[in-house]
Structure formats: C-alpha cells, structure tokens
C-alpha cells in the first residue's frame, strides 16, 4: 500500500513538472529507474496518462533501458544521450530542452545537473516536494579560475 501511494505522489509530481512547458512541449523522454522498485515496471502507465494529458502530437519516447539510478556515471550518460539524441535527429536547440529530476533520488538530480556543467544552454529542474510545489529551473555552469603564468 505505501509502495501504490509513494507512486501516486511521483506521477503526480511529474504532471506539475510538465504543466509549465504544456503549450510548447514537443518530446517527452521518460528515463526509468531499474531494480525490483524501479519506475520501469511503471512505465506502460506513464505512457498512458501522458498520452491522455498531452497534445497528440507530441512524441513520447518510453523505451530507454532502465537505468541504475544508484550508477550516477551511467545516470549522467544516459541523459547526456538523450539530449545528444533530441538536438540531432530532432534538429532541437539545447534551450528548447529541459532535464527533470522529479520522482528521482538525490543522485538523478546530481546527474541532472552534471549533464549541464558544460552546456550553458540546457536547464534541469525539479519540483518541490511540498507546498507551495513550484517547478524550480536552474543553468549550472562549472567555472574554474584561470591559471597563472609562473
């Protein structure tokens, strides 16, 4: 029972990450956790509702492997792919891309924002997780001082 309703609170936090970008969402790419609680057994679900909740047009990619959200390398690979994969075959700027952590662990949203450490142009944002459970946007840029001649 606890497992049913912390997956109810997930699917609804992801619903207020999208609702800010509902007008001009184009692609959605759901990366799922693995493991015996991982959101990939939920996966057949999200892909419903978000076709119900948004335009027909937009593509809805949910066919990633599942990812060890634990596995922060392979977490950050997987999203830096993603983004690779929307701006080639999908001719998409990176500011037209935004990374959610949302629903993930502490770790989902470390790899969210070293996937943007050298892209000045692509956001990641989380939702609160209590009220008033706005959609937080954040650009992190690593910047490292020059070094001296000496």
Do not use: W
Not at 54 to 72: R, S
Not at 132 to 145: C, D, G, L, T
């Amino acid at each position: 029972m606890q497992n049913e309703i912390k997956r109810k609170i997930n699917v609804l936090q992801v619903i207020r990450a999208i609702e800010p970008h509902i007008e001009k969402v184009k692609h959605i790419v759901f990366i799922f956790s693995s493991g015996k609680d991982g959101s990939a057994k939920d996966r057949e679900q999200y892909k419903l509702l978000f076709q119900m909740l948004l335009p027909a047009d937009v593509i809805i990619n949910d066919q990633l492997e599942p990812v060890d959200f634990e596995d922060i390398n392979e977490l950050e690979r997987c999203i830096i792919e993603c983004c690779d994969n929307l701006v080639k075959q999908h001719r998409l700027d990176e500011s037209d891309i935004v990374i959610d952590a949302t629903g993930g662990n502490k770790t989902a949203s470390i790899a969210a924002v070293m996937a943007t450490l050298d892209r000045p142009n692509l956001e990641f944002q989380y939702v609160q997780t209590n009220e008033p459970y706005e959609v937080k946007a954040y650009n992190a840029m690593a910047v490292f001082p020059k070094q001296s001649a000496g």
